[in-house]
Protein backbone atom coordinates (compact mmCIF):
# COMPACT_ATOMS: atom_id res chain seq x y z
CA UNK A 1 0.00 0.00 0.00
CA UNK A 2 1.55 3.40 -0.87
CA UNK A 3 1.84 6.06 1.69
CA UNK A 4 -1.12 8.19 0.42
CA UNK A 5 -3.31 5.25 -0.15
CA UNK A 6 -2.48 4.91 3.50
CA UNK A 7 -3.08 8.31 4.74
CA UNK A 8 -6.25 8.44 3.01
CA UNK A 9 -7.35 5.14 4.52
CA UNK A 10 -6.17 6.60 8.02
CA UNK A 11 -8.15 9.85 7.17
CA UNK A 12 -11.68 8.04 6.76
CA UNK A 13 -11.26 5.90 9.78
CA UNK A 14 -10.81 8.99 11.81
CA UNK A 15 -13.79 10.87 10.08
CA UNK A 16 -15.65 7.24 10.77
CA UNK A 17 -14.85 7.02 14.31
CA UNK A 18 -15.97 10.88 15.11
CA UNK A 19 -19.38 10.08 13.77
CA UNK A 20 -19.81 7.38 15.83
CA UNK A 21 -18.35 8.84 18.79
CA UNK A 22 -15.61 6.17 18.67
CA UNK A 23 -12.30 7.07 21.57
CA UNK A 24 -11.00 9.57 22.19
CA UNK A 25 -12.92 11.93 19.79
CA UNK A 26 -15.05 14.97 21.02
CA UNK A 27 -18.24 13.54 17.81
CA UNK A 28 -20.44 16.29 19.07
CA UNK A 29 -17.79 18.76 19.89
CA UNK A 30 -19.07 19.54 23.55
CA UNK A 31 -15.49 19.26 24.70
CA UNK A 32 -15.93 15.84 26.72
CA UNK A 33 -14.80 12.50 25.44
CA UNK A 34 -16.00 9.35 25.82
CA UNK A 35 -13.08 7.49 27.23
CA UNK A 36 -9.96 8.76 28.78
CA UNK A 37 -9.43 10.89 31.57
CA UNK A 38 -13.01 11.84 33.28
CA UNK A 39 -15.22 13.06 33.34
CA UNK A 40 -16.84 11.38 30.23
CA UNK A 41 -19.42 11.90 27.93
CA UNK A 42 -22.14 9.48 28.30
CA UNK A 43 -23.80 10.42 24.73
CA UNK A 44 -21.23 11.92 21.91
CA UNK A 45 -24.01 12.25 19.46
CA UNK A 46 -25.69 15.40 21.69
CA UNK A 47 -23.90 18.20 22.71
CA UNK A 48 -26.62 19.49 25.02
CA UNK A 49 -25.36 16.16 27.19
CA UNK A 50 -22.65 15.75 28.73
CA UNK A 51 -20.98 16.16 32.53
CA UNK A 52 -22.12 19.25 34.21
CA UNK A 53 -24.91 20.47 31.52
CA UNK A 54 -28.16 21.16 33.24
CA UNK A 55 -30.63 18.33 33.70
CA UNK A 56 -34.20 18.81 32.93
CA UNK A 57 -36.56 16.82 35.63
CA UNK A 58 -38.42 14.13 34.10
CA UNK A 59 -37.60 14.23 30.59
CA UNK A 60 -36.59 10.57 30.72
CA UNK A 61 -33.36 12.39 29.77
CA UNK A 62 -29.83 12.02 31.72
CA UNK A 63 -28.34 15.45 30.56
CA UNK A 64 -25.75 15.85 33.27
CA UNK A 65 -24.39 12.12 33.03
CA UNK A 66 -24.92 11.39 36.55
CA UNK A 67 -26.77 8.12 35.39
CA UNK A 68 -30.21 9.39 36.70
CA UNK A 69 -32.62 11.79 35.19
CA UNK A 70 -33.91 14.46 37.76
CA UNK A 71 -37.36 13.70 39.81
CA UNK A 72 -37.91 17.35 40.97
CA UNK A 73 -41.63 17.68 41.22
CA UNK A 74 -42.79 13.78 40.84
CA UNK A 75 -46.10 12.96 42.52
CA UNK A 76 -45.48 11.32 45.51
CA UNK A 77 -47.65 7.73 46.16
CA UNK A 78 -46.92 6.27 49.63
CA UNK A 79 -48.67 2.58 50.21
CA UNK A 80 -48.10 1.61 53.62
CA UNK A 81 -50.00 -2.40 54.38
CA UNK A 82 -50.18 -2.99 58.04
CA UNK A 83 -48.92 -6.41 59.41
CA UNK A 84 -47.24 -7.13 55.86
CA UNK A 85 -44.51 -9.50 56.84
CA UNK A 86 -41.86 -9.48 53.99
CA UNK A 87 -41.25 -13.39 53.68
CA UNK A 88 -44.74 -13.31 52.72
CA UNK A 89 -44.33 -11.88 49.62
CA UNK A 90 -43.27 -13.32 46.09
CA UNK A 91 -40.22 -11.27 45.25
CA UNK A 92 -38.90 -12.10 48.74
CA UNK A 93 -38.79 -15.83 47.50
CA UNK A 94 -42.53 -16.63 48.94
CA UNK A 95 -43.71 -19.62 47.03
CA UNK A 96 -47.55 -18.78 47.41
CA UNK A 97 -48.75 -16.31 44.35
CA UNK A 98 -49.74 -13.52 47.16
CA UNK A 99 -48.64 -10.39 45.32
CA UNK A 100 -48.44 -10.67 41.57
CA UNK A 101 -48.98 -6.67 41.41
CA UNK A 102 -46.09 -5.79 44.11
CA UNK A 103 -44.00 -8.49 42.52
CA UNK A 104 -44.70 -6.54 39.36
CA UNK A 105 -43.70 -3.30 41.10
CA UNK A 106 -40.78 -4.77 42.44
CA UNK A 107 -39.54 -5.21 39.35
CA UNK A 108 -39.99 -2.19 37.44
CA UNK A 109 -37.96 -0.19 40.07
CA UNK A 110 -35.72 -1.51 43.77
CA UNK A 111 -36.35 -4.11 46.26
CA UNK A 112 -34.66 -3.63 48.99
CA UNK A 113 -34.20 -7.58 50.71
CA UNK A 114 -33.47 -6.02 54.15
CA UNK A 115 -35.52 -3.43 55.50
CA UNK A 116 -36.26 -3.35 58.69
CA UNK A 117 -39.34 -1.32 61.33
CA UNK A 118 -37.60 0.00 64.69
CA UNK A 119 -40.70 -1.42 66.16
CA UNK A 120 -43.08 -3.75 65.91
CA UNK A 121 -46.62 -2.37 66.17
CA UNK A 122 -48.15 0.76 64.18
CA UNK A 123 -47.97 4.18 65.63
CA UNK A 124 -44.46 4.41 66.90
CA UNK A 125 -43.20 2.89 63.32
CA UNK A 126 -45.44 5.33 61.10
CA UNK A 127 -44.49 7.96 62.96
CA UNK A 128 -40.81 7.21 62.41
CA UNK A 129 -41.43 6.43 58.81
CA UNK A 130 -42.73 10.11 58.33
CA UNK A 131 -40.23 11.80 60.68
CA UNK A 132 -37.22 10.09 60.21
CA UNK A 133 -36.64 10.32 63.93
CA UNK A 134 -36.57 7.09 66.77
CA UNK A 135 -39.21 6.44 68.46
CA UNK A 136 -36.91 7.71 71.52
CA UNK A 137 -36.71 11.30 69.72
CA UNK A 138 -40.74 11.49 68.85
CA UNK A 139 -41.56 9.61 71.68
CA UNK A 140 -44.93 8.40 69.82
CA UNK A 141 -44.86 5.48 71.69
CA UNK A 142 -48.00 5.07 73.74
CA UNK A 143 -51.55 4.07 72.24
CA UNK A 144 -52.86 7.52 72.74
CA UNK A 145 -49.29 9.23 72.37
CA UNK A 146 -49.72 12.24 70.02
CA UNK A 147 -47.12 13.06 67.27
CA UNK A 148 -45.22 16.45 68.17
CA UNK A 149 -46.26 19.09 66.48
CA UNK A 150 -43.00 20.77 66.49
CA UNK A 151 -41.10 17.61 64.47
CA UNK A 152 -40.40 18.33 60.86
CA UNK A 153 -43.03 15.84 59.26
CA UNK A 154 -42.75 14.96 55.76
CA UNK A 155 -46.97 15.61 54.92
CA UNK A 156 -46.07 18.73 55.90
CA UNK A 157 -43.10 20.07 54.25
CA UNK A 158 -44.85 18.83 50.99
CA UNK A 159 -47.83 20.61 51.57
CA UNK A 160 -45.20 23.64 51.95
CA UNK A 161 -43.90 22.88 48.67
CA UNK A 162 -47.23 23.27 46.48
CA UNK A 163 -48.20 19.52 47.01
CA UNK A 164 -51.92 18.55 46.62
CA UNK A 165 -51.71 16.37 49.56
CA UNK A 166 -54.40 13.43 50.64
CA UNK A 167 -54.33 10.36 52.83
CA UNK A 168 -56.48 7.60 53.04
CA UNK A 169 -56.37 5.15 56.32
CA UNK A 170 -57.73 1.91 57.04
CA UNK A 171 -57.47 1.34 60.43
CA UNK A 172 -58.93 0.78 63.66
CA UNK A 173 -56.50 3.62 65.32
CA UNK A 174 -58.08 6.96 64.74
CA UNK A 175 -54.05 8.49 63.70
CA UNK A 176 -56.09 11.89 62.08
CA UNK A 177 -56.67 12.36 65.49
CA UNK A 178 -52.71 11.85 66.69
CA UNK A 179 -51.18 14.78 65.15
CA UNK A 180 -50.66 12.21 61.80
CA UNK A 181 -53.54 14.53 59.94
CA UNK A 182 -51.08 17.39 59.74
CA UNK A 183 -49.95 18.67 56.41
CA UNK A 184 -53.26 16.84 54.68
CA UNK A 185 -55.76 18.70 52.80
CA UNK A 186 -57.93 15.83 52.88
CA UNK A 187 -58.39 12.92 55.30
CA UNK A 188 -60.33 10.16 54.87
CA UNK A 189 -60.53 7.11 57.41
CA UNK A 190 -60.84 4.52 54.61
CA UNK A 191 -63.82 1.76 54.84
CA UNK A 192 -63.05 -1.52 52.41
CA UNK A 193 -63.42 -1.59 49.17
CA UNK A 194 -62.69 2.05 48.75
CA UNK A 195 -59.88 2.10 46.58
CA UNK A 196 -62.06 4.02 43.44
CA UNK A 197 -62.44 6.94 45.90
CA UNK A 198 -58.72 7.04 45.81
CA UNK A 199 -58.44 6.67 42.16
CA UNK A 200 -61.25 9.49 42.01
CA UNK A 201 -59.46 12.08 44.23
CA UNK A 202 -55.90 10.97 41.84
CA UNK A 203 -57.96 12.21 38.65
CA UNK A 204 -58.94 14.92 40.03
CA UNK A 205 -54.97 16.52 40.27
CA UNK A 206 -54.54 16.84 36.66
CA UNK A 207 -51.87 19.51 36.42
CA UNK A 208 -51.29 19.62 39.99
CA UNK A 209 -48.38 17.59 41.94
CA UNK A 210 -49.42 15.20 44.68
CA UNK A 211 -48.12 13.51 47.87
CA UNK A 212 -50.92 10.33 48.08
CA UNK A 213 -50.32 8.18 51.64
CA UNK A 214 -52.52 4.89 51.07
CA UNK A 215 -52.83 3.07 54.57
CA UNK A 216 -54.37 -0.28 54.15
CA UNK A 217 -54.96 -2.76 56.75
CA UNK A 218 -56.31 -5.92 55.45
CA UNK A 219 -53.36 -8.13 56.62
CA UNK A 220 -53.90 -7.34 59.95
CA UNK A 221 -56.12 -9.58 62.52
CA UNK A 222 -59.10 -10.87 62.48
CA UNK A 223 -57.96 -12.81 59.19
CA UNK A 224 -60.98 -12.42 57.17
CA UNK A 225 -60.37 -12.18 53.36
CA UNK A 226 -63.65 -11.47 51.20
CA UNK A 227 -64.61 -13.44 48.35
CA UNK A 228 -63.33 -14.34 45.65
CA UNK A 229 -59.84 -14.46 47.78
CA UNK A 230 -61.67 -16.04 50.79
CA UNK A 231 -60.73 -19.85 49.95
CA UNK A 232 -57.50 -19.07 47.67
CA UNK A 233 -55.30 -20.71 49.56
CA UNK A 234 -57.17 -23.63 51.65
CA UNK A 235 -60.09 -24.84 51.37
CA UNK A 236 -61.76 -23.79 54.47
CA UNK A 237 -63.62 -20.71 54.82
CA UNK A 238 -62.86 -18.06 57.48
CA UNK A 239 -66.66 -18.22 58.40
CA UNK A 240 -66.29 -21.57 59.49
CA UNK A 241 -62.95 -21.38 61.11
CA UNK A 242 -64.02 -18.00 63.22
CA UNK A 243 -61.86 -18.98 66.13
CA UNK A 244 -58.88 -19.31 64.17
CA UNK A 245 -59.30 -16.45 62.25
CA UNK A 246 -59.47 -14.05 64.98
CA UNK A 247 -56.74 -12.17 67.43
CA UNK A 248 -55.22 -14.31 69.61
CA UNK A 249 -53.95 -13.72 72.95
CA UNK A 250 -50.81 -14.92 73.95
CA UNK A 251 -52.06 -17.75 76.28
CA UNK A 252 -54.62 -18.72 73.37
CA UNK A 253 -52.29 -18.56 70.85
CA UNK A 254 -49.92 -20.84 72.79
CA UNK A 255 -52.61 -23.36 73.73
CA UNK A 256 -53.82 -23.24 70.28
CA UNK A 257 -51.10 -24.31 68.15
CA UNK A 258 -49.84 -26.84 70.95
CA UNK A 259 -53.68 -28.32 70.77
CA UNK A 260 -54.91 -28.11 67.16
CA UNK A 261 -52.19 -29.05 64.55
CA UNK A 262 -54.16 -27.83 61.59
CA UNK A 263 -53.87 -24.02 63.13
CA UNK A 264 -50.79 -22.85 61.74
CA UNK A 265 -52.42 -24.11 58.28
CA UNK A 266 -55.70 -22.35 58.31
CA UNK A 267 -54.39 -18.93 60.07
CA UNK A 268 -51.72 -18.61 57.40
CA UNK A 269 -53.61 -19.21 54.42
CA UNK A 270 -56.25 -16.70 55.88
CA UNK A 271 -53.17 -14.14 55.89
CA UNK A 272 -51.92 -14.84 53.09
CA UNK A 273 -55.47 -14.50 51.32
CA UNK A 274 -55.89 -10.93 53.06
CA UNK A 275 -52.60 -10.11 51.56
CA UNK A 276 -53.58 -10.65 48.28
CA UNK A 277 -56.61 -8.65 48.85
CA UNK A 278 -54.53 -5.80 49.58
CA UNK A 279 -52.80 -6.88 46.88
CA UNK A 280 -55.62 -5.97 44.59
CA UNK A 281 -55.56 -2.47 46.18
CA UNK A 282 -52.42 -1.69 44.92
CA UNK A 283 -52.45 -3.02 41.28
CA UNK A 284 -55.89 -0.72 41.02
CA UNK A 285 -53.62 2.54 41.95
CA UNK A 286 -50.12 1.39 39.94
CA UNK A 287 -52.93 0.87 36.84
CA UNK A 288 -54.51 4.47 37.62
CA UNK A 289 -51.20 6.00 37.26
CA UNK A 290 -50.47 4.21 34.28
CA UNK A 291 -54.06 5.31 32.40
CA UNK A 292 -53.30 9.00 34.13
CA UNK A 293 -49.78 9.06 32.16
CA UNK A 294 -48.68 9.46 35.64
CA UNK A 295 -46.70 6.30 36.02
CA UNK A 296 -43.12 7.93 34.86
CA UNK A 297 -43.69 11.02 36.82
CA UNK A 298 -44.58 9.36 40.56
CA UNK A 299 -42.16 8.18 42.72
CA UNK A 300 -44.56 5.02 44.24
CA UNK A 301 -43.02 3.64 47.73
CA UNK A 302 -44.45 0.75 49.31
CA UNK A 303 -43.75 -0.73 52.62
CA UNK A 304 -44.98 -1.83 55.80
CA UNK A 305 -45.52 -1.05 59.45
CA UNK A 306 -44.30 -4.09 61.04
CA UNK A 307 -44.81 -7.87 59.96
CA UNK A 308 -46.29 -10.74 61.70
CA UNK A 309 -45.79 -13.44 64.19
CA UNK A 310 -47.20 -17.05 63.36
CA UNK A 311 -45.73 -18.98 66.12
CA UNK A 312 -41.79 -19.00 65.37
CA UNK A 313 -41.02 -17.94 68.78
CA UNK A 314 -44.16 -19.57 70.04
CA UNK A 315 -46.18 -16.46 69.58
CA UNK A 316 -49.12 -14.74 67.12
CA UNK A 317 -50.06 -11.39 66.03
CA UNK A 318 -47.39 -8.56 66.29
CA UNK A 319 -46.01 -5.50 69.39
CA UNK A 320 -45.25 -8.11 71.62
CA UNK A 321 -41.58 -9.41 70.67
CA UNK A 322 -38.98 -8.14 68.42
CA UNK A 323 -38.12 -11.19 66.32
CA UNK A 324 -37.15 -10.75 62.66
CA UNK A 325 -40.57 -11.95 61.94
CA UNK A 326 -42.56 -8.89 63.22
CA UNK A 327 -39.28 -6.61 61.79
CA UNK A 328 -38.35 -7.39 58.51
CA UNK A 329 -41.10 -5.22 56.26
CA UNK A 330 -41.10 -4.51 52.84
CA UNK A 331 -39.78 -1.65 50.74
CA UNK A 332 -39.87 -1.49 47.16
CA UNK A 333 -39.34 2.09 45.24
CA UNK A 334 -40.15 2.81 41.78
CA UNK A 335 -39.44 5.88 39.78
CA UNK A 336 -38.01 5.22 36.14
CA UNK A 337 -36.05 8.66 36.07
CA UNK A 338 -33.69 8.30 38.98
CA UNK A 339 -34.17 4.20 39.97
CA UNK A 340 -33.39 1.42 37.15
CA UNK A 341 -35.52 -1.33 36.92
CA UNK A 342 -34.91 -4.85 38.57
CA UNK A 343 -33.10 -4.19 41.55
CA UNK A 344 -32.35 -6.12 44.30
CA UNK A 345 -30.55 -4.49 47.11
CA UNK A 346 -28.76 -6.12 49.97
CA UNK A 347 -27.66 -3.77 52.73
CA UNK A 348 -29.43 -3.52 55.49
CA UNK A 349 -32.10 -0.08 55.59
CA UNK A 350 -34.80 1.00 57.83
CA UNK A 351 -37.98 2.49 57.35
CA UNK A 352 -36.27 6.29 58.73
CA UNK A 353 -34.26 6.36 55.36
CA UNK A 354 -37.61 6.99 53.84
CA UNK A 355 -38.30 10.30 54.44
CA UNK A 356 -34.52 11.84 53.08
CA UNK A 357 -35.12 9.56 50.24
CA UNK A 358 -38.38 11.40 48.91
CA UNK A 359 -36.76 14.71 49.34
CA UNK A 360 -33.56 13.72 47.49
CA UNK A 361 -35.33 12.60 44.69
CA UNK A 362 -37.50 15.83 45.00
CA UNK A 363 -34.37 17.88 45.39
CA UNK A 364 -35.55 19.73 48.85
CA UNK A 365 -33.48 20.32 51.68
CA UNK A 366 -33.47 17.80 54.31
CA UNK A 367 -33.96 18.96 57.82
CA UNK A 368 -31.25 18.94 60.37
CA UNK A 369 -31.52 15.61 62.90
CA UNK A 370 -33.31 13.24 61.19
CA UNK A 371 -31.89 9.95 61.87
CA UNK A 372 -32.19 8.37 58.47
CA UNK A 373 -30.19 8.58 55.21
CA UNK A 374 -31.03 8.77 51.73
CA UNK A 375 -31.52 5.30 50.32
CA UNK A 376 -30.71 6.51 46.17
CA UNK A 377 -26.96 5.85 46.69
CA UNK A 378 -27.62 2.60 47.25
CA UNK A 379 -29.94 2.32 44.45
CA UNK A 380 -26.56 3.30 42.28
CA UNK A 381 -24.29 0.96 44.04
CA UNK A 382 -22.87 3.24 46.42
CA UNK A 383 -22.83 3.63 50.40
CA UNK A 384 -23.25 0.78 52.99
CA UNK A 385 -26.12 -0.64 55.00
CA UNK A 386 -27.39 1.06 58.02
CA UNK A 387 -27.71 -0.06 61.29
CA UNK A 388 -31.27 -0.77 63.24
CA UNK A 389 -32.05 0.73 66.76
CA UNK A 390 -35.36 0.87 67.70
CA UNK A 391 -37.08 -1.19 70.42
CA UNK A 392 -41.21 0.47 72.36
CA UNK A 393 -43.41 -3.16 72.94
CA UNK A 394 -47.57 -2.55 72.36
CA UNK A 395 -47.94 -0.07 75.44
CA UNK A 396 -46.20 -2.07 79.18
CA UNK A 397 -42.65 -2.37 77.98
CA UNK A 398 -40.18 -0.21 76.62
CA UNK A 399 -37.63 -2.98 74.82
CA UNK A 400 -33.99 -2.44 72.68
CA UNK A 401 -33.20 -3.60 69.54
CA UNK A 402 -29.77 -3.27 67.74
CA UNK A 403 -29.76 -5.16 64.53
CA UNK A 404 -25.70 -4.40 62.79
CA UNK A 405 -23.21 -6.31 60.74
CA UNK A 406 -25.08 -9.80 61.19
CA UNK A 407 -25.84 -9.65 64.79
CA UNK A 408 -28.93 -8.97 66.80
CA UNK A 409 -29.28 -7.77 70.42
CA UNK A 410 -32.42 -7.54 72.62
CA UNK A 411 -32.44 -6.30 75.45
CA UNK A 412 -35.84 -6.57 77.24
CA UNK A 413 -36.09 -5.33 80.96
CA UNK A 414 -39.42 -7.59 82.18
CA UNK A 415 -38.29 -9.83 79.75
CA UNK A 416 -41.44 -10.01 77.83
CA UNK A 417 -39.97 -9.56 74.37
CA UNK A 418 -37.92 -12.58 74.80
CA UNK A 419 -39.61 -15.86 74.56
CA UNK A 420 -37.58 -18.87 75.53
CA UNK A 421 -39.12 -21.37 77.94
CA UNK A 422 -36.95 -20.55 80.37
CA UNK A 423 -36.53 -16.79 80.69
CA UNK A 424 -33.46 -16.68 82.97
CA UNK A 425 -32.15 -13.39 81.03
CA UNK A 426 -33.71 -10.17 79.78
CA UNK A 427 -31.01 -9.92 77.04
CA UNK A 428 -30.58 -11.45 74.01
CA UNK A 429 -27.97 -11.88 71.05
CA UNK A 430 -28.14 -13.51 67.85
CA UNK A 431 -25.28 -14.40 64.83
CA UNK A 432 -27.73 -13.91 62.05
CA UNK A 433 -25.87 -15.27 59.87
CA UNK A 434 -25.33 -18.55 61.70
CA UNK A 435 -28.43 -18.59 62.80
CA UNK A 436 -30.88 -16.75 60.81
CA UNK A 437 -33.57 -18.21 62.68
CA UNK A 438 -32.79 -16.73 66.14
CA UNK A 439 -32.68 -19.59 67.87
CA UNK A 440 -29.37 -19.17 69.68
CA UNK A 441 -29.12 -16.93 72.40
CA UNK A 442 -25.42 -16.65 72.68
CA UNK A 443 -25.72 -13.84 76.09
CA UNK A 444 -24.53 -16.63 78.43
CA UNK A 445 -22.05 -17.90 76.12
CA UNK A 446 -19.91 -14.92 76.75
CA UNK A 447 -19.49 -13.57 72.85
CA UNK A 448 -17.17 -10.91 72.25
CA UNK A 449 -19.74 -8.87 70.73
CA UNK A 450 -22.05 -8.96 73.91
CA UNK A 451 -19.92 -5.86 76.01
CA UNK A 452 -20.08 -3.32 72.83
CA UNK A 453 -23.91 -3.97 72.38
CA UNK A 454 -24.54 -3.68 75.86
CA UNK A 455 -22.68 -0.35 75.09
CA UNK A 456 -24.74 0.95 72.51
CA UNK A 457 -27.80 0.10 74.41
CA UNK A 458 -27.18 1.96 77.22
CA UNK A 459 -26.41 4.92 75.10
CA UNK A 460 -29.39 4.84 73.28
CA UNK A 461 -31.33 4.72 76.42
CA UNK A 462 -29.63 6.73 78.32
CA UNK A 463 -29.35 9.68 76.14
CA UNK A 464 -31.50 13.39 76.55
CA UNK A 465 -35.31 12.62 76.90
CA UNK A 466 -37.14 15.13 74.83
CA UNK A 467 -40.60 16.24 76.53
CA UNK A 468 -42.85 13.87 76.92
CA UNK A 469 -45.80 13.96 74.34
CA UNK A 470 -49.77 15.31 74.87
CA UNK A 471 -52.46 12.39 75.03
CA UNK A 472 -54.67 11.92 72.44
CA UNK A 473 -58.70 11.37 74.41
CA UNK A 474 -60.64 9.14 72.48
CA UNK A 475 -64.54 9.24 72.87
CA UNK A 476 -66.23 6.47 74.81
CA UNK A 477 -67.48 4.37 72.20
CA UNK A 478 -63.75 4.85 70.22
CA UNK A 479 -62.06 3.91 73.60
CA UNK A 480 -64.63 0.46 73.78
CA UNK A 481 -63.63 -0.69 70.51
CA UNK A 482 -60.40 -0.24 70.61
CA UNK A 483 -60.38 -2.52 74.55
CA UNK A 484 -62.54 -4.56 72.73
CA UNK A 485 -59.88 -5.40 69.66
CA UNK A 486 -57.27 -5.34 72.56
CA UNK A 487 -55.38 -2.56 71.11
CA UNK A 488 -55.95 -0.57 74.76
CA UNK A 489 -55.67 -2.27 78.33
CA UNK A 490 -58.49 -3.32 79.54
CA UNK A 491 -61.00 -0.53 82.08
CA UNK A 492 -59.27 -0.91 86.05
CA UNK A 493 -61.21 -3.34 88.01
CA UNK A 494 -64.36 -1.18 89.04
CA UNK A 495 -63.97 1.48 86.49
CA UNK A 496 -65.80 2.27 84.08
CA UNK A 497 -64.27 1.98 80.34
CA UNK A 498 -64.49 5.83 79.35
CA UNK A 499 -62.55 8.66 77.12
CA UNK A 500 -61.07 9.71 80.24
CA UNK A 501 -59.23 6.33 81.78
CA UNK A 502 -55.72 6.55 81.71
CA UNK A 503 -53.30 3.83 79.87
CA UNK A 504 -51.10 2.15 81.68
CA UNK A 505 -47.65 3.81 81.98
CA UNK A 506 -44.79 2.39 79.98
CA UNK A 507 -42.11 0.58 82.06
CA UNK A 508 -39.18 3.21 81.70
CA UNK A 509 -35.90 1.96 80.05
CA UNK A 510 -33.01 1.39 81.68
CA UNK A 511 -29.31 0.17 80.92
CA UNK A 512 -28.95 -3.31 80.72
CA UNK A 513 -27.93 -5.59 83.50
CA UNK A 514 -27.95 -9.18 84.28
CA UNK A 515 -30.05 -9.10 87.32
CA UNK A 516 -33.43 -10.40 87.48
CA UNK A 517 -36.79 -8.17 87.07
CA UNK A 518 -40.14 -8.96 87.91
CA UNK A 519 -42.48 -9.92 85.22
CA UNK A 520 -45.31 -7.73 84.04
CA UNK A 521 -48.51 -8.64 82.84
CA UNK A 522 -48.55 -9.43 79.02
CA UNK A 523 -48.58 -6.33 76.86
CA UNK A 524 -52.10 -5.43 75.56
CA UNK A 525 -52.21 -6.62 71.99
CA UNK A 526 -51.07 -3.63 69.41
CA UNK A 527 -51.88 -2.50 66.10
Known sequence: MTASRALRALALLVVALALVGGPPWDADLDGYWTVGAGPLDCNDRWAAVHPGAVDVPLDGIDQDCDGTDRAEGSNIVLITIDTLRARNLGIYGYPRNTSPNIDALGREGAVFLHAYASTSWTIPSLASLLTSRHATRHRTVQPRSILPAEMPYLPELLQRQGYETATYIQAAYPMLTMGFARGFEVMEKLANYKTPQILTWMRQQAGH????????????????????????????????????????????????????????????????????????????????????????????????????????????????????????????????SVIPPEQRVEAQVREVDVMPTVLEALEMPIPPGIAGRSLLPLVRGDGRGRPLMGGFLSNTEQAVVIRHHGMKYVYSPNRTALRQRLKQENEELYDLVADPGERQNLVLSGHPRLEEFRRKAKRWTGGPKPPATIEAHFDERTTARLRALGYLAPAPDGATPSATTPPKPATPVTAPASAARPAVAPPARAQ
Open 209 to 336: RFFLWVHYSEPHTPYTPSPPFDKLFVPESWKDKREVARFWTRKECEESYDKDKDAARLRMGFYDARIREADEHVGQIMGELRKLGLADRTLVILTADHGEEFFEHRGCDHGQTLYDEVLHIPLVLRHP
